[in-house]
């Protein structure tokens, strides 16, 4: 076996394919030379793997016998709910320790694997709140759209409820200051069902997204109770406020405050920290706003006009 030599390292070629060795040195003088997509010698990151099956088995708890192959009879109930607790509790508390060691919360007084062990148990406990939200949720899609024939339809088959269970969790855990797992579970939410929920996002009660392709809602949202969106929204920022060498400022508040009972129609973009939509206001279609609006407003795009014409003969 040969090999050639750089940067000091000798690097083998490997048998059978000496072009193989030879692209194993590029590749280590390119892990040496861009250092900072690397992950090497650091804390041992969270598991995307692991925090998939995590979200997964807590979208069972939420839903029983709705995320599961078999039928969970009524009987079996009790040891299912018991025998998963146990198994995302130790899952999730070796994750958070993990988080931890990349990225110490501020305050955070006990010593690691007891923080994480009291995180996972206080998060854990909160899962009867998040269940009575997302009733509200369902019931909003039941009364806001008429396709919609039930409960169960509304689970297995709307892509929005998944979505708003992820990140009414991921929430809980971006409030606790805990790093990289929450945005973990809103991007394979994200992936899964097109619509982008940032865990930092406060959402209000009996929230509906309809069909829900393309939606965004930012990480500094504040989203009232009973608000209706439908596909292609973006609640977003307008601009970034820097430092004085020019860095983004993290933090600050960047996306729209959005009231109790507002509809916002398909396509409309909604930006800026300073821009709130007052309660009870519809926003149409298409609409762009970069400003606050009163409350009862109705907002419309007339910048376009469409005509309809006759088609000229054959």
Not at 225 to 237: E, F, N, P, S
Request: net charge negative; proline share 4%.
């Amino acid at each position: 076996m040969h090999g050639t030599k750089k940067r000091g390292y000798s690097y083998p070629m490997i048998n059978g394919d000496d072009g193989l060795g030879e692209l194993a040195g590029r590749l280590l003088d390119s892990y040496h030379d861009h250092g900072g997509i690397n992950h090497i010698d650091g804390a041992n990151l969270p598991s995307k793997q692991a925090i998939v099956l995590l979200t997964q088995d807590l979208l069972r708890l939420l839903f029983p016998g709705f995320f599961d192959q078999d039928i969970l009879h009524s009987t079996d109930l009790d040891p299912f709910v018991r025998r998963l607790l146990e198994k995302v509790a130790r899952n999730l508390s070796h994750e958070i320790l993990k988080s931890l060691d990349f990225q110490p919360r501020e305050g955070g007084g006990l010593l690691a694997d007891g923080e994480a062990r009291e995180i996972t148990l206080g998060f854990l406990g909160r899962l009867p709140e998040i269940r009575a939200l997302l009733v509200t949720d369902l019931q909003a899609a039941y009364d806001g759209d008429p396709a919609a024939s039930s409960f169960e339809e509304i689970i297995v088959a709307y892509p929005f409820i998944e979505a708003v269970a992820v990140q009414r969790l991921a929430h809980l855990l971006y409030c606790e200051k805990i790093a990289l797992i929450p945005r973990i579970m809103t991007e394979w939410a994200h992936s899964r069902t097109g619509i982008d929920l940032h865990p930092g996002a406060k959402i209000g009660s009996s929230f509906f997204i309809d069909h829900g392709t393309g939606v965004v809602v930012g990480e500094t949202c504040r989203v009232g109770d009973r608000v209706k969106i439908y596909q292609g929204v973006t609640l977003g920022a307008k601009s970034f406020k820097k430092d004085a060498a020019g860095r983004i400022i993290k933090g600050s508040l960047r996306h729209p405050t959005i009231e109790d009972d507002v509809t916002i129609y398909a396509g409309a973009t909604i930006l800026g920290g300073d821009t709130v939509i007052g309660a009870r206001s519809t926003i149409s279609g298409n609409v762009w706003l970069t400003h606050s609006v009163p409350p009862d407003s109705l907002v419309v795009f007339e910048g376009q006009r469409v005509e309809v014409r006759s088609k000229p003969s054959a």
